[in-house]
């Protein structure tokens, strides 16, 4: 059973930094898509930053040059970066995991680049909360 747990949030005053980390058992696929999303009250979830089995990575415009996220294989362990921080970026920030390919009750599925879409994600993490004060 997949288990995805995040970890590093807090509270930074704004231009300070965290770095989250999300530490993934039980998750044995050899090409798949990881990422961070997050979600403020009252807004929809949207999607942070996004690796993939190759190390491609994407980001939000909002995020470019400030967060960066890498992947450790030997730990099984996805982190996020955080410089600069915002009191926008303040949300709750989670992780989450997909195959790439893969069978579901809808039937056989393919992506060759990582969406950023957070319906097309199964596996997600309970979330840790990032709050940036000005």
């Known amino acids: 059973q997949v288990q995805l747990v995040e970890s590093g949030g807090g509270s930074v005053q704004s231009g300070g930094s965290l770095r989250l980390s999300c530490a993934a058992s039980?998750?044995?696929?050899?090409?798949?898509?990881m990422g961070w999303f997050r979600q403020a009250p009252g807004k929809e979830r949207e999607g942070v930053a996004i690796?993939?089995?190759?190390?491609?990575?994407s980001y939000a415009d909002s995020v470019k040059g400030r967060f960066t996220i890498s992947q450790d294989n030997a730990k099984n362990t996805l982190y996020l970066q955080m410089n600069s921080l915002k009191p926008e970026d303040t949300a709750m920030y989670y992780c989450?995991?997909?195959?790439?390919?893969?069978?579901?009750?809808?039937?056989?599925?393919?992506?060759?680049?990582?969406?950023?879409?957070?319906?097309?994600?199964?596996?997600w993490g309970q979330g840790t909360q990032v709050t940036v004060s000005s």
């Open positions: 989450t995991a997909q195959p790439r390919w893969g069978e579901t009750s809808g039937g056989y599925y393919y992506t060759s680049s990582c969406p950023e879409i957070s319906g097309w994600y199964n596996y």
């Open positions: 039980g998750y044995t696929y050899s090409s798949y898509c």
């Open positions: 690796i993939d089995s190759d190390g491609t990575t």
